[in-house]
């Protein structure tokens, strides 16, 4: 089956319909998620050095102390040059809509440092950290008071574009990320994934770079190089097995690609891996 870059959610707890936790990024190597988008608005609060989201063609900086927005359907994912440390909370569907809420039905100002909302957010990771008796209804209170703040004062404006109004660049990038997430442990050349996408090479390369950031070769070495760290800190895979299964034929190639895009060599990781384990 072709994994999907898109996340439903349906797991969410109907009684407790948020989704909320800490994330640490080092550097390249320790960037977010691959590109992926959901149904739901997610809030990103930064507690700790800088980062950047990439929201569709938008660049959003993280700093510490404000607030990051991640509007309804946009395909998105999370990068840090250093450290950056940031809650995530995703408000689900069922919350908003039981109070009547229309967050994630246009769009957001995608990045917000009021006072208020450092304040409304900062009461959620106390209640959720500290767990006190009856939390979850304080948090879900919480939440819905944030979520109408954003509402009531962080709308785009009224000329900005409806998450509803289809995006058809967006949309074509979508398909082609998820193209390319089910074949990028193969051979996979930029002329195939046009086909797939049904555009010419150079409106879909250069439509490319600007949603996501990445040309497309870019890209599809951001992946493999993700997947030959995984199989590498498993410690089931030398590194020759972990270049070769993420894709990668050439290992003087895999070395310098893994080296400039995960911030150090696949020797470093492995032999880090081998002190790690050595430690009583």
Not at 9 to 14: I, K, Q, S, V, W
Not at 35 to 49: K, M, N, R, T, Y
Not at 70 to 88: Q, S, T, W
Not at 164 to 174: I, Q, Y
Request: a neutral charge; hydrophobic letters at 40%.
């Amino acid at each position: 089956m072709q994994p999907s870059i898109f996340e439903a959610h349906r797991d969410m707890d109907p009684r407790f319909p948020i989704i909320f936790h800490l994330d640490t990024l080092q550097g390249p190597a320790q960037s977010g998620e691959a590109l992926h988008w959901h149904e739901d608005v997610e809030l990103l609060f930064c507690i700790q050095g800088e980062g950047c989201v990439l929201s569709n063609a938008s660049r959003i900086p993280m700093k510490e102390g404000e607030l990051a927005v991640v509007n309804a359907n946009h395909l998105h994912m999370v990068l840090a040059e250093g450290l950056c440390r940031y809650y995530c909370l995703i408000v689900g569907k069922a919350l908003t809509q039981g109070l009547d809420l229309p967050l994630g039905e246009f769009l957001l100002q995608e990045r917000i440092a009021a006072p208020e909302i450092r304040t409304r957010f900062q009461c959620i990771i106390r209640e959720m950290e500290e767990r006190q008796p009856y939390y979850k209804p304080a948090v879900l209170a919480e939440v819905a008071a944030l979520s109408a703040l954003i509402c009531r004062s962080y709308a785009a404006g009224e000329d900005a574009p409806q998450n509803a109004r289809r995006d058809n660049r967006v949309e074509m990038v979508k398909s082609a990320v998820a193209y390319i997430r089910a074949n990028c442990a193969q051979e996979l050349s930029v002329d195939e994934i046009c086909r797939h996408a049904g555009f010419s090479k150079y409106y879909f390369c250069r439509t490319f770079k600007e949603i996501t950031g990445f040309t497309v070769v870019g890209y599809i070495n951001f992946l493999r190089c993700q997947n030959a760290r995984a199989l590498l800190s498993s410690g089931e895979y030398n590194i020759s097995e972990s270049a070769e299964r993420s894709g990668f034929h050439n290992m003087s190639y895999f070395t310098r690609t893994y080296k400039a895009l995960m911030g150090g060599l696949p020797s470093e990781q492995r032999e880090s891996l081998r002190r790690k384990e050595q430690k009583p």
